[in-house]
């Protein structure tokens, strides 16, 4: 599971069942997230990633990357 605590706003948290759910629903024409919204913490499977761009688009393209 892929926990996402974000901040627009207000600080939030998304849930995906994988990580290439979250990358699938970011190559929609529309996706959820704007790329610039802020990455507080991400989590995969209960352990925490450590991306050095905190944001949507660099957590997209950490994953993307990671296939």
Partial sequence: MLVINYVHGKELQATYKTAAAFV???????????DYYEI?????????????????GGLFNYLLARK
Avoid: N, R, Y
């Avoid at 913490?41 to 761009?53: A, L, P, Q, R, Y």
């Fill in 24 to 34: 699938a629903m970011m190559e929609l024409e529309v996706p959820e997230f704007e």
């Fill in 40 to 56: 507080t913490k991400v989590t995969e499977d209960g352990k925490e990633i450590d991306i050095s761009d905190k944001t949507m």
